[in-house]
């Protein structure tokens, strides 16, 4: 689906959401899952795959080089991956997907292990910061790729193969993690991945990459050692619930005063979630068919709250739950750690009516890489304040989900462009909503 601000949605709000919603697989797993299915030669069947727009780009990037993908026995939840005609597409062709998302640079290590070259063109995804891909470029060029850069885009070639080697991530990047585990595991000899990023999407890759016959040892201090492969086959693989979606609906459940179960919810995903979540004031249950979220009446509490990689709580989260914060009594403290950029929303949650000051200062003890270099990646909420409708234009993903639940939370009528972002995260977002008892109507 293509990025516009046409999209216009009105939302009435001040009605609690009640009910009961599904979430299906990991948005930050199922596409690299669908890309590792190309350094197979056999084909793959990936289940609990949801119908939303990063799946059907990559899924139509990987028909553009040659992998026939099909729906399997559960119908569009499921794909069947055969990449055993996997070629170069055309250079026209990939271009028509520059800048819908940034998948294609993991394409990078399959390619050039199945067709000896791969061309990358313009990344996009959300603007939420500074996300340079010089760790992917880096990472290669030390497997023995070479990377030549042209005006549209990168070309990328292995003339003498690639070959394993020891790398150290400078950050651990979920993204440059990706990249060496998809280049390593047919790479020649051993890779040692230091500081490498362990959250739950990359341990899912993991068991889906030996399911299809690689081998990976995960050691302490997050250094993962891959011992390359001459070939691998297929893999029949569920893909672990999305735990960012579960915290968005949870975080909306307790803005709104309201209720509401999250079928297929998995709590060894959201333990650091859950407990900030519970120090808020929230209360939740946890069943084996998933997780029941609620507000239980009375005061919600002030949390500090530092952003941090796995297993620290997520950056994806705070969004969401700064909006449930703007009705906690007392002064929240957040301190962003993971993208200098994440705090532009809160503008907008000033104008319907929340007391937000963000800082430059770093308002915590996590160690940041942003201290001192100008970035407002702190911020201070004061509460609790009567939200009111207003205006508003959705940045990104997480933070347009934050407005709506915002939107949901104030009195009065709000109107949110350029919501068809939601299709990037959010599976059937408006019938959620409308079966979550949310008024809203789409423009």
């Known amino acids: ?211 299809m016959g690689a081998i990976i040892n995960l050691d302490t201090d997050r250094v993962i050692r891959i011992t390359g492969v001459r070939r691998l086959g297929g893999y029949i693989h569920e893909a672990l619930p999305d735990r960012m979606e579960t915290a968005s609906w949870a975080c909306a459940a307790l803005a709104t005063g309201g209720e509401v ?44 709250l530092e952003t941090d990689v796995h297993p620290g709580f997520m950056t994806d989260w705070q969004q969401p739950l700064v909006v449930a914060l703007t009705q906690a009594t007392g002064l929240s403290i957040l301190h962003e750690t993971v993208y200098e950029n994440r705090l532009g929303f809160t503008e907008a949650l000033v104008r319907l009516g929340a007391q937000i000051q963000v800082f430059t200062d770093c308002l915590g003890a996590t160690p940041c890489r942003f201290g001192r270099r100008n970035y407002t990646h702190s911020a201070v909420i004061s509460g609790p304040t009567s939200l009111r409708g207003a205006d508003l234009t959705v940045p990104d993903l997480r933070g347009g989900f934050s407005y709506m639940i915002a939107a949901l939370a104030a009195q009065g009528r709000s109107t949110l462009r350029g919501i068809d972002i939601f299709a990037r995260g959010y599976e059937n977002f408006l ?4 079966g979550l008892g949310a008024q809203v109507d789409l423009r």
């Open 1 to 211: 689906m293509s990025r516009t601000n046409t999209d216009t949605m009105e939302v009435s709000g001040g009605t609690p959401l009640a009910g009961e919603i599904s979430v299906r697989g990991a948005k930050n797993l199922v596409p690299k899952a669908m890309v590792a299915a190309v350094l197979g030669d056999q084909p793959s069947t990936l289940t609990n795959v949801p119908r939303i727009s990063d799946v059907t780009i990559v899924r139509e990037l990987l028909e553009l080089h040659g992998v026939t993908v099909r729906d399997g026995a559960e119908g569009p939840h499921s794909l069947v991956l055969d990449p055993s005609r996997v070629e170069q597409a055309t250079m026209g062709d990939i271009e028509v997907h520059a800048g819908s998302s940034r998948i294609p640079i993991l394409l990078c290590g399959p390619l050039l292990h199945r067709v000896g070259h791969a061309f990358i063109p313009d990344l996009g995804g959300c603007r939420i910061g500074d996300r340079p891909i010089n760790f992917h470029l880096d990472a290669l060029r030390q497997f023995g790729a070479v990377v030549d850069k042209r005006p549209e885009g990168l070309q990328i070639t292995a003339p003498n193969g690639l070959t394993g080697t020891q790398l150290e991530l400078p950050y651990p990047s979920v993204g440059s993690t990706e990249q060496v585990l998809l280049t390593a595991v047919r790479a020649q000899g051993v890779t040692e991945l230091r500081n490498a990023a362990v959250e739950p999407e990359i341990i899912d890759l993991i068991c889906v990459l030996q399911k």
């Open 261 to 304: 179960f999250v079928r297929n919810a998995r709590q060894v995903d959201l333990m650091t979630f859950l407990n900030v979540y519970r120090r808020a004031g929230g209360e939740f249950m946890v069943t084996h068919e998933g997780i029941r979220f609620w507000h239980p009446g009375g005061k919600l509490n002030a949390v500090a």
């Open 431 to 434: 019938p959620k909503l409308e």
